[in-house]
């Protein structure tokens, strides 16, 4: 349940930044790439805070 819920706070934080880059006037292909690899970051980032420990 927490990765649902980091996930979609970066999703919604996501957002802010792509339509503040639009509104700023940077091309569309800029934005689409810029997005997919803070996507990436962000997935990335919650598996990682999110993953359980091994019992060690």
Sequence with gaps: MSF???MIGFL???GGIV???SV???PTLYI???ALIILGIGIFSAVGRTR???PS
Excluded: C, E
């Design 4 to 6: 649902a819920l980091y």
């Design 12 to 14: 919604i934080f996501l």
């Design 19 to 21: 339509w503040g880059a």
């Design 24 to 26: 700023a006037g940077v």
């Design 32 to 34: 689409g790439i810029g």
């Design 52 to 54: 359980s420990k091994d």
